[in-house]
Structure formats: C-alpha cells, structure tokens
C-alpha cells in the first residue's frame, strides 16, 4: 500500500521548450567553476563545523557522564568490599565485639599516626638541613663542576662524594638535635 507512490522512475524526464533559453557567459563560467571544484563555501563550512563541534561537545558530555557512573560504581563496590574484609576479620577473629573492633583500628590509626610523625620529623630535619654551609658549598661545587665539565660529567665525582659526605655528616647532627637517628 503506498509502495507505487513512493517509487521514482529510473529515466529522468525531459521537458521540451517552445522558446529557447540563454544563459549569460556569467552565469555558465559560474556554474561549471562549481562543478569543478566541489569546495563548500566558508558560510557552509562554518556550519558543519560548529555542528561538529556541537555532536563532539555533546559525545564528550555523554562520555564523562558515563566516566563518572562508572567511578561511582567502583568507589561503592571498593567500600562494600572493604566493609566486609573488615566484617570477615572481625568474625575470624573469634567473635570480636564491635568495641573490640573500634579498640583495634583505634590502635592501628595511632600506630600508623605515629609513623606520619616521624616521616614529618624527618622530612623537617630534611628541609633545616639548608641551614648547614657545608652542604650548601659542596652543592655549589658540585654545580661549578658540571657547568665548567659538561661533556664530561664524570670528572665531577670528587664534588659529588664531598657533596654526599656533607650532607651525612648534616643529617647526623640534625639527627642528634632532634633525638632521633637518620636512616641513609
């Protein structure tokens, strides 16, 4: 039903004109410069593109959309999964009650507070050890010497074990000040 109405025929029709019909030499160079050079027009390049622009910039929506369902589904599968590692330790532990449980991880986070105390004691130990000339002539030394040796860098390693030496004997004293011993 329909399908004959919609069918076009295959041979284009040609319609025969009493009068004859000229065209200016403007209008042909015109339309056969068209013809050959299927260029579109800055007006319509300008159209696909900001309608590029505009299916890029929605695709991009959809993409971080979808990005950040799927990081929320994972963030909610990582939370389910750890509350139960903590259930299932909690139950081979014999039963803990949930205060033993808190007493527990009360402990674990001190411990692992006191661990960030000391890597901040040492990180502060680190950065006073500028205040030490020593240290700070040997690395101008050592800068001098691979400066003034550029293509050979391995003539600098005198500086660079003065440097070093420097730098031990700094974080020792530091060390000592501060009551605790710097690990190399």
Not at 99 to 107: E, F, I, T, V, W
Request: charged letters at 30%; glycine letters at 6%.
């Amino acid at each position: 039903m329909g399908a004959s109405q919609s069918k076009t025929d295959a041979a284009p029709k040609v319609i025969h004109s009493g009068t004859p019909v000229e065209f200016s030499q403007d209008v042909v160079d015109y339309l056969s410069d068209r013809m050959a050079s299927p260029e579109t027009t800055p007006e319509r390049q300008s159209t696909l593109d900001n309608h590029i622009r505009s299916r890029i910039q929605a695709e991009i929506q959809t993409l971080r959309a979808e990005e950040e369902k799927v990081r929320q589904e994972i963030q909610h599968a990582l939370e389910k999964e750890n509350l139960d590692r903590e259930i299932d330790s909690t139950s081979e532990n014999g039963g803990v009650s949930q205060g033993d449980a808190a007493a527990k991880n009360s402990a674990m986070l001190i411990g692992d507070l006191e661990e960030i105390r000391a890597k901040v004691d040492r990180y502060q130990a680190r950065r006073q050890l500028g205040d030490f000339p020593s240290v700070k002539e040997a690395g101008e030394a050592v800068v001098s010497c691979y400066r003034s040796n550029e293509s050979t860098p391995l003539e600098c390693w005198k500086q660079v074990a003065q440097f070093k030496a420097a730098v031990a004997d700094a974080e020792t004293v530091s060390g000592e000040i501060h009551g605790f011993s710097v690990d190399s």
